[in-house]
């Protein structure tokens, strides 16, 4: 009798832990969730597939897998693994709490695939129109005529400005530091003026060309050697269209007796 009582004192506890393991497990088996997931993931493949082959074809590489369009793979991988693993784990005893989170994820994951390939890739930018250059020109000392040299970058400047009829150009004269302030005012406006008169004669309508004179105020080359006093003699081409840069012309030195 005593050790009836012993065995029941014993073995009730581990009933009841057992009744309550028992308790715990008893979940329906995630048959929906399951199904639900299998048609995602189907629907997502069948998208991404679908996809794949309407770019392949209008890029003109059907046999070029993807042609470089991601169109959802790492997505689709997710749910294809997160899928097996809920099959696995559904039919295993008392893991199908697990099972049914894993597939619930899995549908998740197959429903972000199909968005993502059912959203077109976006074109690709335009390629940036080609950069063109205009280029100052350079003058003797105390003069505003055209020298040799300056003739020819002007005809540059001037064949880019008709071949760019929406671009429009700020000439700045500019003059060395030798002469009073007043005085190199004067001879930088002339100097403008007479580049803007070159290019106007080879046919650019002078309502797009303006000019301004900046005198010895802007110091393009410093110190008072002959060189720097030359890169300050100039007509300083501005640009007012974006897709164009100012560049340097012709540097040589011409003395006019």
Known sequence: MKRDKQIILVGFPLLIVALLYLVSCATPPPTKELAAAESAFADAKAQCEACKQEWCKNVGQPDVEYCGYPCGDEELAAAQDALAKGRALASEFCSELEARRMLIDAKAKADEAKFKCATPPSPPPPPPPPAVELNDIFYDFDRYNIRPDAAAVLDGDAQILKDNPNMSVMIEGYADIRGTPAYNLRLAQRRADSAKAYIVQ?????????????????????????????LNRRAHFIVMEPSAKVGVGARIYYIYN
């Open 202 to 230: 080879q046919g650019v309508d002078p309502s797009r060309v303006q000019t301004s004179s900046g005198g010895e105020t802007e110091q393009f080359g410093a110190g008072t050697t002959e060189d720097a006093y030359q």
